[in-house]
């Protein structure tokens, strides 16, 4: 299997030179230049924290109005561990398919070889009156941080807010985005949403109904089977997304964006484990709303320096779910509500000719409640900050230097530790884009 | 339609409405003529800003992308600029690679099909012989160009060209007017070219001069004028200048007996003021768009391009002879 994607990624690299050499010629077209555009992006890092290796472990069980079990947040994910980690191998191929669609297509490669589809969608590009309709696989444009890949975040790790509430890769799914963009001198995009919606791991995460009943099952020494657990089919898309965004023109040599997002995931699922000995399952609908702001003052100086920006992100989610399962059969219709804010600020500044400085505070939990009937639990507040300092060495390379002090409140009371990074990455093939 | 069942509407609903009605109606008539015979331009770089303004006079509504002086290799694709993307009849840009950070991602983004290429897209040093274009491509040798050298507007006899061209492209997208736009650029033409003989005189002296550039933004100015370079500030076009290589420069200016560095100010003064302390050659500051201190229009960009470079060489001449 890897041997074909090793094949095709050489065959792709091999038509980018081609197309390199094509376009000596005059093309008068931008977008023919490296088409496909072939990219790999090598990443990784050394690692270190003061808690025996399980601080992303600890980040990710941090308190939480949202926690489920067998749901997708078990994703085995390339768990960092001291020492030295290769981080997933990104290749990623755009281009023009012809004057009606572009197209994106972006894997990544674990360490251990796994290979994911991340992204693959279309885009029409000949449709009139600002409107875009994108189709496929792609991540959603819910938030501002949320479409960005990895190699082009400002720290080595995601933050605690997007991690508590969207998960480490953020919403992404199947199905269709349609945006428009007003025909103003201000920016007004409105996007919409449609989402199969079935593989979120925290917020609107749904749960494998087969491996729930047999956990079930094997706890209670009884028989259950999956239809048992009442829960609804999945079929159809589950979730819907609906952005806003605003940026006044404060001309070349700074920029601004707001931006609102809302989603319902309208058949959430959680299994939930009480210490009682209680199981059960509970279903509903879930909401997400997002506020955002982007300010960016680009740099005055060479190599970026002089620039700096500030992004701050708060998100709340919120549950109405109902038992649809439970070992008490008396329980059965005990409404179960989750709700919890998430927010982080980060500002970077282009101290001197490539270098960076990025600080970053984020916390999770806020206003977290857990309510089972007229039983409610509060999710304590975990907080993060982080100092980062990033040397481009040019456009494809960067080498990354990043301290997190972690305060996370988990199933095992309050931890307080640190954790390093050391982190480059290095593309090779087509030229970055600089989006906003 | 509008107007009748507003007329309608404002007896019965009062002052509130009525005024809601004349801002509505007032923002159609607005659109309209704003539709009607304006070309709206983006352009990435200020001198083709500059360019489309000279040659369309009111006809054209002229945004820039990038401020005079800014790097352009280095814009972000802003909301704003995909708002203007949006409403473009004409993306007026360099090409040759300078934009390509960001010029796909404002056409991908810009919902605006009539602009992703010609005639809604015009890519100026795409329709002029270049210079530096590299027969083979390897990122290990810096940020090089695959199209050749972009920066073709440092060369007054290209962009009287370009102004030609960029005349017939207006007179496509918008018919109505294409005498006029003929005759604005013909007129812009007789004006610039009188200019030419005037700025190689002025520069008669630099002829054959041998110089150091910070980066290899001014080979169609040099090429114009008769002079070479013999190096460059960044060791590879796009990396900044390292102790190392600038202490070999500090050689090659005496071998090759550079007389002038020329540098920007987004450069900085550090390394070209270092190199100069350091050899015979003088530094010499020098504006790349129009719109930079000392120049507003594309003729004054060469007035002073050429007034430095020839003070800079007397100066030199005298204090360092």
């Known amino acids: ?436 | 339609m509008t107007l009748q069942t507003s007329s309608r509407l404002i007896p019965r609903k009062g002052a509130r409405r009525v005024w809601v009605h004349r801002v509505l109606i007032a923002a159609l008539c607005a659109a309209s003529f704003g539709a009607r015979a304006d070309l709206r331009i983006l352009a990435c770089e200020p001198e083709w800003g500059q360019l489309a303004t000279e040659i369309g006079g009111d006809l054209v509504t002229v945004k820039t992308a990038s401020a005079p002086g800014q790097d352009a290799h280095h814009i972000q694709a802003r909301p704003s600029l995909l708002a203007q993307v949006r409403r473009a009849d004409l993306v007026l840009c360099n090409g040759a690679g300078l934009e390509a950070g960001w010029l796909p991602v404002l056409l991908n983004r810009g919902g605006n099909p009539a602009v992703r290429q010609a005639p809604g897209l015009f890519l100026a040093a795409e329709q002029v012989d270049r210079l530096e274009v590299p027969t083979t491509l390897d990122r290990a040798d810096g940020d090089v160009h695959a199209m050749g050298n972009p920066h073709v507007h440092l060369d007054p006899r290209r962009m009287v060209s370009l102004s030609q061209q960029l005349a017939e492209r207006f007179a496509t997208l918008d018919p109505d007017n294409a005498t006029q736009y003929q005759q604005q650029q013909q007129a812009w033409q007789t004006a610039f070219e009188t200019g030419i003989p005037r700025w190689e005189q002025q520069a008669a002296s630099l002829k054959g001069s041998n110089v150091i550039t910070y980066h290899r933004s001014w080979v169609y100015l040099l090429d114009w004028l008769g002079m070479q370079r013999v190096a460059e500030l960044e060791p590879k076009p796009g990396l900044p200048p390292t102790p190392g290589h600038l202490a070999e420069l500090v050689k090659s200016v005496e071998q090759q007996q550079a007389s002038l560095i020329l540098y920007r100010p987004i450069n900085g003064d550090e390394a070209a003021n270092w190199l100069a302390a350091r050899t015979s050659a003088c530094a010499v500051l020098l504006p790349l768009s129009p719109g930079e201190e000392g120049t507003e229009t594309l003729a004054s960009l060469y007035d002073t391009l050429i007034e430095r470079l020839v003070a800079a060489q007397q100066r030199c001449q005298g204090s360092k002879a």
């Open chain 1, 1 to 436: 299997m890897n041997k074909f994607y090793l094949a095709g990624a050489l065959l792709a690299a091999s038509s980018s030179v081609l197309a390199a050499e094509d376009n000596n010629r005059n093309s008068n077209n931008p977008l023919a230049a490296f088409n496909p555009a072939f990219s790999v992006i090598f990443n990784g890092m050394y690692y270190h924290d003061n808690v025996d290796g399980e601080g992303v472990d600890l980040l990710e069980d941090a308190d939480s109005a949202f926690h489920s079990h067998g749901g997708h947040e078990e994703h085995e994910h390339d768990e960092l561990k001291r020492g030295f980690n290769l981080n997933e191998t990104e290749l990623t191929m755009s281009g023009s398919v012809d004057s009606y669609f572009d197209a994106w297509l972006s894997a990544a490669i674990s360490s251990g070889g796994d290979f994911e589809l991340e992204e693959a969608w279309v885009r029409s590009q000949s449709l009139p009156a600002g409107l875009q309709v994108k189709a496929g696989r792609f991540l959603s444009g819910i938030g501002y941080h949320n479409e960005k890949h990895p190699h082009s975040w400002n720290f080595a790790d995601q933050n605690l807010a997007y991690l508590s509430l969207l998960g480490d890769h953020g919403v992404s799914g199947d199905g269709l985005q349609l945006t428009w963009l007003a025909p103003t001198d201000s920016y007004l995009q409105l996007g919409l949403e449609m989402l199969q919606g079935d593989n979120l791991e925290r917020a609107g995460s749904v749960i494998d109904a087969e491996e729930i009943a047999e956990e079930i099952s094997a706890e209670l020494a009884t028989d259950v089977a999956a239809e048992d657990l009442n829960l609804a089919d999945q079929n159809g898309p589950q979730l819907g997304v609906f952005t806003l965004r605003y940026a006044p023109d404060l001309g070349a040599r700074r920029a601004l964006q707001l931006g609102l997002s809302a989603a319902r995931h309208q058949d959430s699922q959680a299994f939930h484990e009480e210490g009682g000995g209680e199981l059960f399952v509970t279903e509903g609908d879930t909401d997400v709303y997002g506020a955002q702001a982007v300010y960016k003052h680009f740099p005055t100086g060479q190599y970026g320096k002089g620039g700096w920006s500030l992004t701050g992100e708060y998100f709340h989610a919120d549950s109405d779910q109902k038992a649809v399962y439970h070992s008490d059969p008396a329980e059965l219709g005990l409404p179960v509500t989750s709700e919890q804010g998430a927010a982080y600020v980060e500002a970077t500044y282009g101290f001197a000719p490539r270098w960076q400085i990025g600080l970053r505070t984020a916390a999770s939990g806020i206003g977290g409640e857990f309510s089972e009937g007229d039983e409610t639990e509060e999710a304590r507040l975990s907080r993060q900050h982080s100092a980062a300092v990033t040397w481009y060495a040019t456009e494809f390379s960067k080498l990354r230097l990043q301290f997190n002090r972690n305060d996370v409140h988990g199933d095992d009371g309050n931890e307080e530790y640190n954790q390093v990074f050391l982190q480059y990455n290095l593309s090779l093939g087509a030229h970055g884009a600089h989006s906003f």
